[in-house]
């Protein structure tokens, strides 16, 4: 009698695994001895201590300014502008001063973003845990931009656009367009700019801080080091 219920648990036990899970992962799983919910905590772990290392990295003097990906540039919309500002109008030096305090504005916006992140990481269910623990070195920061990408940046506007008028960005880009709108105004050939400043740096320093988790990820996935918890230790062993 016990065996018979010990075998009904089994397959039931098995059965449900499976509505969730392929083979091959059951078996990496059976075989770990990690259940899927240390696996879905890990991979939360992972970006939680991404986040903490990249806030803390963008959130320093020169942190997105002097990054050789990251730095934000002048919006590319708004490129014919900048050459007349800078070629027609000797607005150069304003110009450049608006550049650095772009990236100034998103190095004091970084830090806000810490709580953001962390709330939509717990927040969310991650889907095949397994494969994306064996995925690639980003798999689980790719699975985070899709499942927060939208919902981060309208928490983060906010915080970028405080911190583009603190820092002066805000400022010197009216300026800016001012000076070029009024030329375009009396022009035959160009167009005045009505570029969303807020939502152009937003964008930009959101997708830097995705840049700077993915290295983290991949720190965490490659160099032992790195993983600094022992969940981050037991689960991302199970990948090398």
């Known amino acids: 009698m016990k065996t018979k219920a010990f075998l009904t648990a089994l397959i039931i036990s098995v059965t449900t695994a499976f509505t ?9 799983l059976f075989n770990s001895g990690l259940t899927e919910e240390q696996v879905i905590e890990g991979l939360k772990e992972a970006l939680k201590v991404g986040t903490d290392n990249s806030v803390v990295k963008a959130n ?7 990054h050789p990906v990251i730095k934000i540039p002048w919006p590319s919309e708004a490129e014919t502008a900048k050459n007349i500002l800078i070629n027609q109008l000797g607005m150069g030096s304003l110009v450049n001063d608006f550049i650095l305090e772009l990236n100034r504005a998103a190095e004091d ?17 991650i889907e095949d845990a397994w494969g994306i623990l064996k995925g690639s070195d980003n798999a689980a920061t790719s699975y985070l931009h899709s499942k927060t990408y939208t919902s981060l940046i309208a928490a983060f506007a906010p915080d970028i656009t405080a911190s583009l008028t603190k820092v002066g960005a805000a400022q010197t880009w009216n300026t ?7 030329y375009a105004n009396i022009s035959p050939i160009h167009e005045p700019i009505n570029t969303d ?7 930009k320093a959101l997708d830097g801080l995705f840049f700077l988790v993915e290295e983290e990820e991949y720190k965490i996935r490659t160099d032992p080091t ?5 969940l981050l230790q037991q689960v991302f062993a199970e990948q090398d």
């Open 197 to 203: 400043l807020g939502a152009y740096a937003t964008g």
């Open 176 to 182: 800016l367009a001012s000076a070029y709108n009024q």
């Open 20 to 28: 969730t899970t392929s083979c091959e992962e059951l078996l990496d």
């Open 60 to 66: 320093t003097a020169d942190g997105y300014f002097l």
């Open 109 to 125: 916006a970084a830090q806000n973003a810490k709580p953001i992140f962390i709330d939509a990481i717990t927040s969310i269910t």
């Open 226 to 230: 790195a993983r600094v918890t022992e």
